[in-house]
């Protein structure tokens, strides 16, 4: 009795801390991501010119600045796949709030995806530039500038069915209502950015959907290491 003791002890406390681990990966993710869409935003778009600008002259900012966007590029997609490494906690976590491992199939699934939608079209752009590079029309590294809020806006597919089955494994436990009304919020504006595929008009939704999507998968990696010290915490 005492060897399975102490060997089943050692076993336990290693699974925790590999959730732990991969809990962590929700903040550092939300941290990355919005350390680098800042820089982007300060020290690389810039350097192509206003988006009122002619393509001619936008693309030929670009091919100008060509290191700088690949470097860009190349720091976007590392932080945008960093959510890989959550989901290993989602899983674990919807597992436990739903013994039939639908949510956490579904979460698993759907969080891949928004791994991967994104950070590809910094392969988009970076192909681009190559063709620039190469002595293509420069007109045409100008208008994959939508490569990014296109490949946003279909993710929005997927955050709909990761969001969505988190906060109702959040609602089945009973626990954190706060952050399931948050999940809400954020996937009625992800939605409505999603119409960007119509119309560029609808932009601005996409981006305070995916900033507030981003600030909840933070604040949620954030609960769950709390819970994880104090189990009995109450909902607040």
């Known amino acids: 009795m005492t060897t399975l003791t102490t060997t ?12 732990r681990l991969s809990t962590r990966f929700g903040l550092v993710f939300t941290i990355c991501h919005l ?3 800042v820089a982007m935003a300060i020290f690389v778009l810039p350097r192509e010119g206003s988006p009122s600008d002619p393509a001619i002259v ?26 890989l490494g959550f989901l290993g906690a989602v899983h674990v976590r919807l597992k436990k709030a739903d013994g039939t491992g639908t949510l956490a199939a579904v979460a698993l699934a759907s969080g891949t995806l928004l791994a991967l939608i994104w950070p590809l079209t910094g392969v988009l752009h970076d192909i681009a530039l190559d063709t620039a590079v190469a002595g293509a029309d420069v007109r045409i590294l100008a208008g994959f500038d ?28 009973g626990n954190a209502r706060w952050l399931v009304r948050a999940a809400v919020v954020v996937l009625v504006l992800s939605l409505a950015g999603s119409a960007t595929l ?3 008009a609808f932009f601005p939704l996409l981006a305070l959907g995916t ?3 981003e ?4 604040a949620l990696a954030w609960r769950w290491l709390r819970d994880d010290r104090r189990p009995t915490t109450d909902d607040q």
């Not at 279909?154 to 069915?161: D, E, G, M």
């Not at 089955?165 to 089945?172: D, F, K, N, V």
Request: glycine share 14%.
């Open 8 to 19: 089943h002890r050692p076993a336990a406390s290693h699974a925790g801390d590999l959730v």
């Open 35 to 37: 350390l680098v869409m």
């Open 58 to 83: 936008r693309g030929q900012g670009a091919l100008d600045a060509v290191g700088a966007f690949r470097l860009g590029n190349f720091v976007f997609m590392a932080a945008g796949t960093l959510l």
């Open 146 to 173: 939508a490569a990014a809020p296109y490949g946003l806006a279909f993710s929005v597919f997927a955050r709909v069915f990761f969001v969505g089955s988190i906060a109702l494994a959040l609602r089945a436990e």
């Open 198 to 200: 119509l119309s560029g």
């Open 211 to 213: 900033l507030g999507y």
């Open 215 to 218: 600030l909840w998968i933070g």
